[in-house]
Structures are given as C-alpha cells and as structure tokens.
C-alpha cells in the first residue's frame, strides 16, 4: 500500500480532441479551453503535498504537467514513454468513427461518441478492444494488449514506490487511463471519456472519484 496519493490527470483539450480525431502518438496543440483548463489545473495542484511527477512524453501531456506544477517549482516532471497513449497505428489523426465503429460492431456494439456502450463492451476487459484495434489496422502499427501491459506495469513500477514517500502527479491520456486503473484494481470499470483535466485520486489501491472541476470552458 502506498503513503500517498497518486493523481492521475488527464492532458489538457487539443485541436484533435475537438475535430474528433484519432490522437494516440501524434499530436496536436492545446486549444483555447485547454489552456484554461491547465490554469485551472495549477490552482487545483498548488495545495498538493506533492513529492514528484511523472508524464508521458508526448507534448500535450508535457504542456499540461508543466503547468500544473506551476506551485511546485522544486519538482522536475519525469518524461516517460510508458504513460503513453495507446497507438492507433495507421488510424492516427483519421476521424474516430474509422475505427471506433469496425471496433464497436466487433463486439456488438453501435458507435455514438460518449455512448453507455463503452462501459459495457469492455465488463470484460480492455485486452480485446486492444486487440481489435490491431486487427483492424492495416499498418499493424497500432498497440495489442501485450505492447499496452507491458508500458503499463513498467508505469507503476515507476509511479507506485515514489508514492511510498507523498503524494504523486501523473500526467497522460484517455484511454491508457482505463489501462493503469484497470492494472491496479482489476475489478474497475473504466468509464469512456475521461474529461480533459480531470483527476482520478488513488490512495493505498482504492480509485476515488474523478474530479472533473478542472475541464472547465
């Protein structure tokens, strides 16, 4: 059990975020409301007995870590390519419904962007959403659940000793959230859409609430 708390954020609203594209190693710029969402995200840290911080290395998760440790001058964010996104291979910046609808209807699903469906195609797990999306691309880039297990336990093999010692920011991204929430307490069921610039506390293995009073407009 760890001391402290760890804070898993998610990054800040970018371009393709808003444009309902695909943006899993790519990249794009933060938008206007991302930017006042990361002010938002400072306020809400700066209280924060914070000990040290991790990101994934993509520049949206960079761009959001920096600014939420705006309080904490002392603590030099640790870039890691383990808190990564999962890749989308050829996918990458083509609009959601070319892959999220073969993904959906691979499981029986309908796609509808924030649709209850999501929740309940991956009760049994998110190894085979994973694996769909590798099937379905025809790079064969894009992450499978074996590439995406591996970056995240070497994830919380990083975030969770430093947690030993205080409290921990960890910056990263949508869906590999449900990935280390998943990892810790494997009975979670991680909800679609995590709001950009919110906040999941875990305290000794227990997975709070998410706080959601940073994705603001």
Do not use: K
Not at 11 to 17: G, S, V
Not at 79 to 106: C, K, Y
Not at 143 to 155: F, G, I, L, Y
């Amino acid at each position: 059990m760890t001391r402290g708390t760890v804070h898993f954020v998610r990054h800040a609203q970018t371009l393709f975020n808003v444009n309902g594209q695909l943006q899993g190693w790519c990249d794009s710029p933060l938008t206007s409301r991302g930017e006042r969402q990361i002010a938002a995200l400072g306020e809400r840290m700066r209280g924060v007995p914070l000990v040290a911080a991790f990101m994934s290395d993509l520049t949206r998760t960079r761009t959001t870590a920096a600014a939420a440790l705006a309080g904490h001058p002392s603590i030099e964010p640790v870039p890691t390519t383990t808190l990564r996104e999962w890749h989308f291979g050829g996918f990458e910046g083509q609009p959601n419904t070319s892959l999220w609808e073969p993904v959906f209807a691979d499981h029986g699903y309908t796609y509808v962007p924030a649709s209850a469906d999501w929740p309940r195609m991956t009760d049994a797990g998110l190894d085979s959403v994973i694996d769909a999306i590798h099937r379905h691309d025809p790079s064969g880039r894009a992450d499978t659940a074996a590439s995406v297990r591996e970056r995240v336990e070497a994830a919380l093999a990083l975030i969770l000793p430093a947690a030993e010692h205080g409290d921990v920011l960890v910056v990263t991204h949508g869906t590999v959230l449900g990935s280390l929430l998943r990892a810790i307490d494997p009975a979670h069921r991680p909800r679609a859409g995590f709001p950009n610039c919110g906040i999941v506390p875990v305290t000794g293995g227990v997975i709070g609430p998410i706080d959601a009073s940073c994705a603001v407009d």
